[in-house]
């Protein structure tokens, strides 16, 4: 038996004659860490308002933590956290007047409040003074202030959009060691970005594609089903042409032929053919068998429209 914190059935929003979500079902177990991906507009936030209470459903059913989003979204907003890529905290005020503030918009107990606060910068191991103004603080401490600020009122579900964009590798790593330890205490994040190594770490992935979802599994899974073949890597040995490449593309040997930096990954769409010619190959590539990645899945995934 799953233990279901989100539960989608037949989502479907439409904005007038606009469909931004079509029809998707999916659920994400508690203590999950789920990753949402998709290019822009593909539904992803306007799921994730659905979610945090913040716009009701044309059609389906959803419920979070407990609550069915028809009974009410006040119920669910106090259950979810949301961690916003470009606002959560105020420049111009202090990491002290910006908890404060939103202690009081969630109408926290002071005392409650009080010992959350030393809890979560304890957990974030936050040792600057309260009094420093969030402008002055580095973008991956900035970063975690505001993971601080999303679960102050104790959510069981955090939602994380694009949480680490512009920060460091360093800080980048820091910030996935939190996310992974907020798991290990039961609660389920939901996290959206676009850095393919990061989606690397969720539990489980779903694709969004035109208001759908075309993809949804575990990170090793989605590699498997999109690529059944072996993926092979080419390293051109000397600079090659736009009309070379445009040839090779387009030859029925393979199921795709695509760059990737200064090489290429492909696909061949037959193994006796492909023994046959390799030997051509290897005269002006370097070639050798790989493990696909998460991007190979997307970008794959998005040309083919594969489900």
Known sequence: MTDAVVAVENLTVKFGDFTAVDNITFTVDRGEIFGFLGANGAGKTTTIRVLCGLLLPTDGSVHV???????????????????????TLYNDLTVE??????????????????????????????????????????????????????????????????PTAGVSPEARSSFWALIHRLSEDGKT?????????????????????????????????????TFPMPVLEFEPKDAMSFREF???????????????????????????TW??????????????????????????REETGQV
């Open 246 to 272: 445009s040839n090779i593309k387009q030859r029925d040997i393979f199921l795709f032929f695509e760059p990737y930096g200064i090489r290429f990954h492909a696909c061949v769409s037959n193994e006796e």
């Open 65 to 87: 933590a407990g609550v069915d989003s028809n009974e009410g979204t006040r119920a669910i907003k106090s259950r979810v956290g949301y961690m916003s890529q470009k606002f």
């Open 275 to 300: 023994k046959a010619l390799r030997h051509t190959y290897e005269e002006k590539f370097t070639i050798r068998e790989i493990t696909p990645t998460l991007e190979d899945v997307f970008i794959r």
């Open 97 to 162: 007047e910006n908890l404060d503030f939103i202690a009081a918009l969630r109408k926290l107990d002071k005392t409650d409040y009080a010992r959350r606060r030393k809890e979560l910068f304890d957990f974030i191991s936050f040792d600057r003074s309260l009094k420093t103004m969030v402008r002055d603080l580095s973008g991956g401490t900035k970063q975690k202030v505001s993971l601080a600020a999303a679960l102050l009122h104790a959510p069981e579900i955090i939602f994380l959009d694009e």
């Open 189 to 225: 994040v939901f996290v959206t970005t676009h850095y393919m190594d990061e989606a690397e770490q969720c539990k489980r992935i779903a694709l969004m594609r035109e208001g759908r979802i075309i993809a949804l599994d575990t990170p090793a899974g989605l590699k498997a089903s």
